[in-house]
């Protein structure tokens, strides 16, 4: 292990100086999360801080292990084929996961790591070998008037935080880059296992495979148990409900916390999303409100003024099945996100 140096937009910079804050923060054009990251990362203590990501609930302090996060570092990079010659975008705040592994990939191959302050919508000044980004980020590029060019100069993007709209999705399989979708979380330290944008199913769902030494069952909630030596002796139970293809890959259906049971039918929300994402331009959501006849009902919440829905009903009862269909459509000013921006389901 050599993390003797960090090469950033460049410049090598040795240890020492990555050891001090206020060189970091001039380094870093005033970030202190990234300050603060690198600082934690060069102490004498085996851990870092981090938080989960307080889609199920209000986000929770949890300790990272080093050696965990270099352990998946390595396995991404071999992955992506990341070397000393190789140059990572970081666009995402070191406050999250996703930019803590960016930069401890830069550290354990020793590549070039430009920094680009966090926004919307990616400047992306460079030519780059890995960028990892957020769907929010890649919904704003496809409605940038020169969001495909700016992409051309990525040979690898990593996209993952929350699923990816259907519209993005086929806007990236238009480009020339490879796109792939992460599924983890902080606590498995960044993704355990990746989707080709191109490896779809036959009814044209994500297929996700294992990174090296990583492997699934399911219990019998039919959610996502991952083992995995590098991250604990203990296989690590999630709320994800997946369709198991092999013990290396999966299909992802929806968290269980969000499964609808309408008369005894389980309606999973992201996949009725999935299936009507083009009649919505507005952000929205299936949830299940309680029902006296069938013990929930189907419910779908548009964000944004009210207005009529008489074509919407139409072409939805077109696309879903009867149980699938909702019973009721619910408008509201805003959604409530969590800091990372995924919607609270409600």
Request: hydrophobic share 40%; aromatic share 10%.
């Amino acid at each position: 292990m050599t993390e003797n140096s960090l090469k950033i937009n460049g410049v090598c910079y040795e240890v020492e100086r990555l050891k001090d804050s206020a060189s970091l923060l001039s380094i870093t054009d005033g970030d202190n999360a990234f300050a603060d990251f690198l600082l934690a990362w060069f102490d004498d203590s085996d851990f870092v801080m981090g938080n989960t990501s307080g889609s199920t609930g209000t986000p929770k302090p949890i300790r990272l292990s080093k050696d965990t996060m270099r352990e998946s570092a390595r396995r991404t990079n071999d992955f992506f084929r990341i070397g000393e010659t190789s140059s990572l975008l970081l666009c995402l705040s070191t406050q999250y996961i996703a930019g803590k592994m960016m930069v401890v990939r830069a550290l354990v191959s020793g590549c070039n790591l430009c920094l680009e302050k966090p926004s919307s919508a990616p400047l992306l000044q460079g030519n780059f070998d890995l960028v990892s980004m957020v769907p929010m980020q890649v919904y704003s590029l496809r409605r940038s008037s020169d969001g495909a060019s700016r992409l051309s100069h990525v040979r690898n993007l990593l996209v993952g935080g929350s699923p990816l709209a259907q519209e993005d999705a086929n806007w990236l399989r238009s480009l020339s880059l490879h796109t792939y979708v992460s599924y983890g979380m902080t606590e498995t330290v960044s993704h355990v296992a990746l989707a080709d944008l191109n490896d779809l199913s036959t009814d044209g769902m994500l297929v996700y495979h294992a990174l090296p030494s990583v492997s699934f069952k399911q219990d019998d909630r039919g959610c996502l148990v991952i083992s995995a030596d590098y991250l604990s002796s203990e296989p690590f139970v999630t709320n994800d409900v997946v369709d198991l293809l092999t013990e290396t890959s999966f299909l992802w259906k929806g968290r269980w916390d969000n499964v609808i049971n309408t008369g005894g039918v389980k309606v999973h929300p992201e996949i009725l999303e999935k299936k009507v994402a083009s009649l919505i331009s507005r952000p929205f959501y299936f949830v299940g409100l309680p029902d006296p006849k069938y013990g929930q009902m189907v419910v779908l919440k548009i964000e944004g003024f009210p207005y009529p829905t008489f074509a919407l009903e139409y072409f939805l009862q077109k696309t879903l099945s009867p149980y699938e269909m909702p019973k009721e459509i619910h408008f509201l000013d805003h959604f409530e996100r969590t800091e990372s921006g995924k919607i609270k389901r409600k």
